[in-house]
């Protein structure tokens, strides 16, 4: 099963950015561990990071044929990211989206997120252990039999 993982614009600061609301975890240890889980839960993962929406779609649509799932962080892109809206509403499989903080409890205008509707989860507010979470309740739904 390949699950792809989508970082979107400014993640690639992870451990310098606002370690106040981030942390001080990098984008390369959080790869290092979803990884080490991937391994453990006997699935590969495709991942890329861009500060350009473009690049996440093309990302999403080269991938459409050959990946069961993908988890999305979509970053800046949350509230205005309508094209990759689209591409993961173009997605024959589910997507989940991935937040280090809870976008809820911050500013105002980032509790809205445009990419939520197109996904079929969300997960946020548990720091690095977000994205473990939601690659372990992604490979367990592709998992289950149809209908449960």
Known sequence: MKILVLHGPNLN???RREPHIYGTTTLAEIDARLQTL???LGVTLE???SNHEGDLVDF???HIDDAQGA???PAGLTQHGVS???AIKAMPFPVIEVHMSNIAAREA???HSIIS???RGTVQGLGPQSYLAALRALVEMQRQPAGT
């Open 117 to 119: 509707p197109a996904v």
């Open 38 to 40: 991937a391994g453990e």
């Open 47 to 49: 991942r890329i990071q």
């Open 84 to 86: 990759l809206h689209d």
């Open 71 to 73: 988890l999305v962080n």
């Open 13 to 15: 600061l992870f451990g």
């Open 60 to 62: 999403l649509h080269t």
């Open 109 to 111: 205008w980032r509790a």
